[in-house]
């Protein structure tokens, strides 16, 4: 039996999220006809990173096995069956033992906020035009990284064990076209805990709180202080990572 990791990217503004569920629109839904029409065979899929309706990714991976010798060209055949808001981006084949999600050592997300209206942005930005201190935002992003417990910024109902995430990268970006976007990079993510991170530094860049209550957030470990009012189509799943020998392996494609 051969494992494989399947790299997509995807549109989120149509799905009901990543994960397959009963009776919405998934990607992984999507995927699982289009490897079925293709293969003509049911495959079971490990996802790495879940994302919520409406969130985009321009890197996901599932693994899967499979008896099949994946023959070259299918990336262009499922490519050709999956709507066009889907796109699978190479099909690796991996170590026995490898876990797309257990073994990455880094996600990496971006929120992209606009300033003024732009109909190209919509399902992709949030529209944000309130007057910002671009300083204020970066001494809020520079201060996460000085924390390992997120417990206030993710979202009720939770099934995790901890909430220990170690963040290495933290800040904003101004692009040419004047669109703000929070890059951040870390081990682990918690649900809904980058949308709560934009809009409660969001607030510290209007004035609305202080840096010190940020931190009082942070300290307090209760969600119900942070805010997680940012939209969904602004988010985007920008890699994971992997490292040693599974990182080099994704390096060479099946086809």
Known sequence: MNRYFLELAYKGTAYSGFQVQDNANTVQGELQKAMSVFFRKEFGLTGSSRTDSGVHARQNYFHFDSDLIIPAGSVYNL??????????????EVSPEAH?????????????IYRQKDPFMADRGWLYSYPLDIS?????????????????????????????????????????????????R???????????????????????????????????KDCTRADFSAPPQGLF????????????????KVN
């Open 79 to 92: 490519n050709a069956i999956l709507p066009g808001d889907i796109t699978v981006k190479g099909i690796y």
């Open 100 to 112: 797309c999600r257990f073994d990455a050592v880094a996600r990496e997300y971006r929120y992209c």
């Open 136 to 184: 204020l935002l970066q001494a809020a992003a520079e201060a996460i990284k000085e924390y390992t417990d997120f417990s206030s910024f993710s979202k009720r109902n939770t099934q995790v064990k901890t909430f220990q995430c170690e963040i290495t990268v933290s800040e904003w970006l101004v692009e040419e076209n004047k669109s703000l976007v929070y890059r951040v």
């Open 186 to 220: 870390g081990n682990r993510f918690l649900r809904g805990m980058v949308r709560g991170l934009v809009a409660t530094m969001l607030k510290v860049g209007r004035g609305q709180i202080e840096l010190s209550e940020l931190r009082e957030i942070f300290e307090a």
């Open 237 to 252: 799943l920008e890699a994971v990572e992997y490292g040693g020998a599974l990182g080099e392996m994704l390096k060479r």
